[in-house]
C-alpha cells in the first residue's frame, strides 16, 4: 500500500537474532528452507487465492477446493516435489480438503494395518491418487465408544468374500472426510463376524464409487452429512454418511497386519496387540499437536501485531494514545499465548520423535512403549487443542471489535480448529485414558516396578509426596529445579489422591465413573508437567543466534509460572506450594512481560508466516491495517450498490407506511 513498515520501530527494538529464531521455530535449517521457499510459492500463485471463502455458498465453495486440490496435485507434479515438499504446500494453501484424510488417514491406515501383500497393492495406487481414500470409523450412533460400532463384515465362505452391512440407522458411517462427494475408497471399520462369532472391530478397504463414472457401486448409499459451524471454514470439506447393503468385498481386503480369516473362515491373530488397529489414531492425535502450535501461532501472531498497532487512550500532552499491547492486562493475556504457541511446538517436535521410536519398536515386536504413546498421543491432544481453541478465541477478543472481521482471518481460523477438541478422540474421552494409564501406573508403585518414560517422575513418590517448594525470592522461580519439582509434586499428589479415593469403592469401574471429573484434572496436571519439562529439556540443548535462548527461556518460564498461577488451586490444596509463593510467581510473572515486550513482535515474526497464509489485515506484515481494512470493506458485495437490493420490495414500503403515521 503505502510501501511503509508501519512495525520497523518495534522490529528495531529486538533483542535477539530473528533468523536463528526462524530455523529453531522451524526445526533446522531445512525445514525452514522448505517451508519458506513453499509458502511463498503458494502465496505468490492466484490459483490459491483464499481471500472469498467466506462470502461463497456450499456448492461454489466445494467446487473451489476440488479446483485448488487438482491445481495443488498438478502443480506438486509438475515441479517434482518430495513428499514433505507436497505437504507443506498442502498446509500453506491452506484448505481443508479431502486429501487431508487421504495423505492424512487413508494411507496411514493402509500402512499401519496392511500386511507387506496389501501394501504393495494399494499404496501405489494411493500414491498416484489414482484412487482417493477416507477412513470411515465413526457412526451415527457411535463415535468415541469404537467397540461399539454396528457395521458388519460377515465372512462368506461359499465366496471368499466379506458381506459389508449397516444393520441399523444409528450403525450409517457419519462424518468421515472426504466421503460425502470424493473418495472411492475406504478404509471401512466394521465388526468382523466369521462362522457367527463377533470378533470386534476391524478395518476393511472398500471401494464405495465407480473409478469410471464416479457413482456409487451396488448396495452403497453415500451423500455429504450438511453444513458445519462457520462460513467457509471447514464446509470446505465432504464430511460424509454412507450405508452399506449386503456389499460383497474380496477376503484379502481385510487390513490383516493384526489378525487374519483364512480361505476356510479361520479367525488367527499375529502376536502384535490387538490396539494396534487404532494405531492410525495415535498416528494423528501427533500430528494434531504439532497441528496445534501452527493454528495458535497464527493467531498469536494476528494479536500482537494488530495490538502493537492499536492505540486507545493514554495520549500526553495531545501525543500519541497507548499502544495496546503495552496494557499489562492485554500482555496477561497475549504472552502466556505467544509462550504456549513455542511449548506446543517442541512438544510436538518430541512427540514426533516419541511416535517414531514407538514405530521401530514394532517392527521388531517390541510393543513395551505403545500403552505411553497412546497416553501421551491422547493427553497432549487433548491438552494442546483446548488451550488452542481457547487461545484462538481470546487473541479475537484481544483484537477488539475487528477481531470480529472476517478479515481479521481469526473467525475463519476459530471455526476450522475448534472440531479439533472432538475429531481424533473427543478431549474429555482421552483424558479419561491418560487418566486410566496414570492409576495404573500408581497402583504399580508398590510392586517395584520402576516407572519409565513420562512417567519415570513416580519413581520418587516419597519425595514428591511431602517435598516443599523452597521458593523465596519471585527470581528463585526462574530455577527449571523449582518448576519441575512444583509440577511433578502437583502431578504425582493428584494421581494418588484419586488412586487413594478409588479404593473406597468397591467397583472399581463405578469409582473411576464417580471420580471423573478429579480425575481428569490429575491427567491434565501430568499432560501439563509433560510439556513444561520438554520445554526445559529443549533449553539443555546447543542454541545458536545472539539472545535467542534468553527470549525462549523467557517463554518457558511464561508458560510454566502462567499454568502455576492459572491452576494455584491445584498447587495450594496439595500443599506444594505456599500461597507466598503463588504471589512471588505471579510477581515474577509480571517482571517476564516486561523482559518479553519489546520482543513481541520479532518473536511472531519468528513463525514467518506470509501475509497470504495469515489472511488476515490485522496481522499484516507492515501493520498498516486502516487503510486495509477500509478498502476491503469497499469489497464487500454488499457495496456493490449502494442501494441495497430489496430497497424497493422492503425498505421503502416501510418507510412510506411509517410516513402516513406519521401524518396521523
Ligand atoms: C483456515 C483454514 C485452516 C486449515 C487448517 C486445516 C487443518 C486440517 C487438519 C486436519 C486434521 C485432521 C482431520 C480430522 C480427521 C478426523 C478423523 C477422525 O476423527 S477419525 C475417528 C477418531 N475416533 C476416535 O478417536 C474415537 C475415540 N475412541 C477411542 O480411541 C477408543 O475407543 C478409546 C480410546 C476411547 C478406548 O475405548 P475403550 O475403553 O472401549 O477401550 P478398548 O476396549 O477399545 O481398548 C482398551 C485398551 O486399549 C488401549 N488403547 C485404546 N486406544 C489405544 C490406542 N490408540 N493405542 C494403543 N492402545 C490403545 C487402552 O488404553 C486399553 O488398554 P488397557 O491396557 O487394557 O487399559
Ligand atoms: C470435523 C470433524 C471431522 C471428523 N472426521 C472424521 C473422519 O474423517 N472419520 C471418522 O471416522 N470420524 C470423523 N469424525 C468423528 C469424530 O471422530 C467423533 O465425532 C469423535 O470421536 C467424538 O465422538 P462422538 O461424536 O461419538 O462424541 P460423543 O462420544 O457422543 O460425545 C458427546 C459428549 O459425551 C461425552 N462422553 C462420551 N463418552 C464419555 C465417557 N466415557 N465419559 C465421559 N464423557 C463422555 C463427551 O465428552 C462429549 O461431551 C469427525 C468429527 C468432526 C467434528
Same mark, same amino acid.
Given at each position: 500500500m503505502d510501501g511503509i513498515d508501519h512495525l520497523a520501530d518495534e522490529r528495531n527494538k529486538a533483542q535477539f537474532d530473528v533468523d536463528a529464531m526462524k530455523i529453531v521455530w522451524a526445526g533446522s535449517r531445512h525445514a525452514f528452507e522448505v517451508s519458506d521457499r513453499i509458502s511463498k510459492l503458494v502465496a505468490a500463485d492466484p490459483g490459491f487465492r483464499k481471500d472469498n471463502r467466506p462470502m461463497l455458498g456450499r456448492n461454489e465453495l466445494f467446487k473451489n477446493t476440488l479446483r485448488k486440490a487438482a491445481y495443488a496435485w498438478k502443480r506438486i507434479i509438475e515441479l517434482h516435489l518430495s513428499e514433505e515438499e507436497a505437504a507443506k504446500l498442502r498446509f500453506y494453501v491452506d484448505e481443508p480438503a479431502y486429501t487431508d484424510l487421504h495423505w492424512g488417514m487413508f494411507v496411514p491406515a493402509i500402512k499401519g494395518q496392511g500386511t507387506e501383500e496389501q501394501q504393495q497393492k494399494w499404496l501405489p495406487l494411493a500414491y498416484k491418487m489414482q484412487i482417493i481414500g477416507c477412513y470411515g470409523q465413526t457412526e451415527l450412533g457411535h463415535g468415541s465408544n469404537v467397540q461399539g460400532l454396528e457395521t458388519t463384515a460377515t465372512f462368506d465362505p461359499q465366496t471368499d468374500e466379506f458381506v459389508i452391512h449397516s444393520p441399523t440407522l444409528t450403525s450409517s458411517k457419519w462424518w468421515p472426510g472426504g466421503l460425502g462427494k470424493v473418495s472411492t475408497h475406504g478404509v471401512i471399520y466394521a465388526r468382523l463376524i466369521t462362522d457367527g462369532r463377533d470378533h470386534g472391530v476391524h478395518g476393511f478397504i472398500v471401494q464405495l464409487r465407480s473409478l469410471e463414472d464416479h457413482s456409487p457401486l451396488p448396495g452403497i448409499t453415500v451423500g455429504d452429512i450438511g453444513m458445519k459451524f462457520g462460513n467457509g471454514a471447514y464446509n470446505t470439506m465432504d464430511n460424509g454418511v454412507l450405508r452399506f447393503d449386503h456389499v460383497r468385498i474380496p477376503r484379502d481386503q481385510m487390513l490383516m497386519r493384526v489378525s487374519q480369516v483364512t480361505r476356510e473362515g479361520k479367525y488367527m491373530q499375529s502376536d502384535v496387540p490387538r490396539q494396534l488397529v487404532y494405531g492410525t489414531m495415535v498416528y494423528v492425535r501427533q500430528t494434531i499437536v504439532a497441528d496445534a502450535s501452527c493454528a495458535l501461532s497464527r493467531a498469536v501472531c494476528i494479536a500482537t501485531r494488530y495490538s502493537a498497532v492499536r492505540r486507545q487512550f493514554g495520549s500526553q500532552d495531545g501525543g500519541p494514545e497507548s499502544q495496546v499491547i503495552d496494557y499489562k492486562t492485554q500482555q496477561n493475556r497475549l504472552f502466556p499465548l505467544l509462550a504456549s504457541a513455542y511449548a506446543f511446538r517442541f512438544v510436538g517436535e518430541w512427540l514426533k520423535w516419541l511416535y517414531t521410536d514407538v514405530t521401530q519398536r514394532l517392527q521388531t515386536n517390541d510393543f513395551s512403549t505403545l500403552p505411553e504413546a497412546h497416553a501421551c498421543t491422547a493427553g497432549l491432544k487433548s491438552v494442546t487443542t483446548t488451550a488452542t481453541a481457547d487461545g484462538i478465541e481470546e487473541c479475537r477478543k484481544l483484537c477488539g471489535g475487528h477481531g470480529y472481521l472476517c478479515t481479521s482471518g481469526l473467525p475463519e481460523l476459530f471455526a476450522v480448529y475448534v472440531p479439533a477438541c472432538t475429531y481424533e478422540g473427543d478431549n474429555i474421552v482421552l483424558l479419561l485414558q491418560v487418566a486410566r494409564f496414570l492409576m495404573k501406573t500408581v497402583s504399580q508403585l508398590g510392586s517395584g516396578k520402576k516407572p519409565v518414560g @513420562? @512417567?519415570?517422575?513416580?519413581?520418587?513418590i516419597e519425595h514428591l509426596m511431602q517435598c516443599r517448594s523452597n521458593v523465596q525470592r519471585a527470581e528463585d522461580w526462574l530455577k527449571p529445579s523449582a518448576i519441575l519439582e512444583a509440577f511433578e509434586s502437583r502431578a504425582a499428589r493428584m494421581s494418588v489422591a484419586c488412586a487413594q479415593n478409588l479404593t473406597k469403592f468397591t467397583n472399581p469401574e463405578e469409582g473411576f465413573a464417580e471420580l471423573s471429573a478429579d480425575l481428569v484434572e490429575a491427567a491434565v496436571a501430568h499432560c501439563q508437567l509433560i510439556i513444561v519439562s520438554k520445554f526445559i529439556e529443549k533449553l539443555l540443548q546447543d542454541i545458536p543466534g545472539k539472545g535467542v535462548r534468553e527470549q525462549l527461556e523467557a517463554l518457558c518460564n511464561i508458560y510454566a509460572l502462567f499454568l502455576l498461577h492459572k491452576h494455584q488451586g491445584d498447587f495450594l490444596s496439595t500443599g506444594c506450594i505456599t500461597a507466598k509463593q503463588a504471589s512471588l510467581a505471579n510477581d515474577q510473572l509480571r517482571s517476564l512481560y516486561s523482559q518479553v515486550r519489546p520482543n513481541a513482535i520479532a518473536l511472531v515474526d519468528a513463525f514467518n508466516y506470509t501475509d497470504h497464509f495469515l489472511g488476515s489485515i490485522l496481522g499484516c506484515y507492515d501493520g498498516n491495517v486502516y487503510p486495509k481494512l477500509y478498502e476491503a470493506a469497499w469489497k464487500d458485495p454488499l457495496n456493490d450498490s449502494v442501494v441495497p437490493e430489496g430497497y424497493h420490495e422492503y425498505i421503502r414500503p416501510l418507510l412510506k407506511q411509517n410516513l402516513r403515521t406519521a401524518r396521523l
Open positions: @513420562t @512417567t519415570s517422575y513416580m519413581g520418587q
